[in-house]
């Protein structure tokens, strides 16, 4: 039984656990004062281009979420979210628990856009009765795996700065949206155009770990204080700071999100070639094929992955995730297997 219900169910790259296991007897500060960490956070930011933002490490995508999001705002203040949005499906709300009421919108393929958030604007004017919107958030990549282009992003940047709202990206997948095969967005431009934004390794090599970047450092003024408060202030730092620093120091980062993107491309193109059709254009590495019930049953055998939504009777989209570490032999029996169910031979 494979899985492709998501992209974090290996440990970590064989890199990585090498370096934690060569330096672990090294005495090193504490709380992410350590060399590996510094060093970390220095080429982070050479390679988004901005020298004077601050970082931090976190250990996952909700904690996260629930420390900046409630970090920036004042208790009257909420966020702006697709209705797909992790903060919104998958957190358990986690953002509403500090506070804060999350607006949503429907978006468009998992997107929000400039006129999601007029309208949310239009329609929380009544003060000081309604709650006052702060902060759009939006994940790149997204939850059904489209990605955001680089003239999409600037259109959200421009109606925030024009409302003084923050835009916040969620970057548990941003390895994946920055090498879908036609994006046209940089790193540095991720840090142009969002005042908040994290860079997912959980989900692209790491053992664990997110790296919280404010592009504005005085939005990030005590946030040192916040983490601590939160419990998210690991002593060992190190942990954190030794696995960002293996993913940037050379690329792997974006060879392994690469590597998670050609093979779910390789899967779509199978699945285009006999006829079937998708829930969304996707891009990255999860995509969302609609097959018929039946050879969702059959493929069932051999695979794990979530049933998303039911089409009609007789069909639904499922969603399949491949990973920095899916192997070629298993896109090829992937592959091989559904050619069977769709010509009617049992998968055994």
């Known amino acids: 039984m494979y899985n492709f219900k998501n992209d974090y ?11 934690l296991a060569e330096t672990n007897f090294e005495q090193q500060l504490g709380y992410g004062e350590d060399n590996y960490s510094l060093e970390a956070k220095f080429i982070l930011k050479e390679k988004i281009g901005c020298k004077g933002a601050s970082v931090f490490f976190l250990t996952g995508g909700t904690q996260t979420n629930l420390i900046v999001v409630s970090a920036l705002l004042r208790p009257h203040e909420a966020v702006i979210s697709v209705s797909s949005g992790h903060i919104q499906a998958n957190e358990a709300g986690a953002i509403e628990a500090t506070g804060h009421r999350i607006i949503t919108v429907e978006g468009e393929n998992g997107k929000v856009t400039p006129s999601d958030i007029q309208q949310v604007l239009d329609t929380h004017t009544l003060r000081p009765h309604v709650v006052k919107p702060k902060l759009v958030y939006i994940s790149n990549a997204t939850e059904l795996g489209t990605y955001y282009a ?4 600037q ?15 969620d970057g548990a ?54 983490l601590k408060q939160r419990g998210a202030l690991l002593a060992k730092g190190r942990i954190l700071g030794i696995q960002f620093l293996e993913l940037f120091k050379d690329g792997l980062y974006f060879e392994l999100a690469k ?23 996707a891009g990255t590495n999860q995509i969302f094929p609609i097959l018929s019930t039946s050879i969702i049953e059959s493929l069932s055998k051999k695979y794990a992955f979530y049933v998303w939504k039911k089409i009609n009777i007789n069909q639904a989209a499922i969603r399949l995730i491949t990973s920095w570490a899916t192997e070629q032999h298993v896109v090829d029996a992937f592959i091989s297997d559904l050619e069977k169910a769709h010509a009617g031979i049992e998968i055994y």
Not at 150 to 153: D, I, S, V, Y
Not at 200 to 214: D, P, Q
């Open 259 to 281: 590597m998670a993107n050609d093979n779910a491309s390789e899967i779509a193109d199978a699945i285009r070639k006999l006829g079937y059709t998708f829930l969304t254009d």
């Open 150 to 153: 680089k003239h999409e992003l």
């Open 173 to 226: 997948r941003l390895g994946n949206a920055l090498t879908a095969k036609d994006s046209d967005t940089s790193f540095e431009d991720i840090a142009q155009l969002t005042d908040v934004f994290y860079i997912g390794g959980t989900k692209n090599g790491a053992l664990l770990g997110e790296a919280v970047v404010f592009t504005i450092p005085q939005l990030a003024q005590d946030f040192d204080y916040i």
């Open 155 to 169: 259109s959200l940047a421009n109606i925030c700065r024009k409302n003084r709202l923050y835009l916040y990206m």
């Open 9 to 19: 169910a290996e440990g970590a790259h064989p890199r990585i656990l090498d370096k």
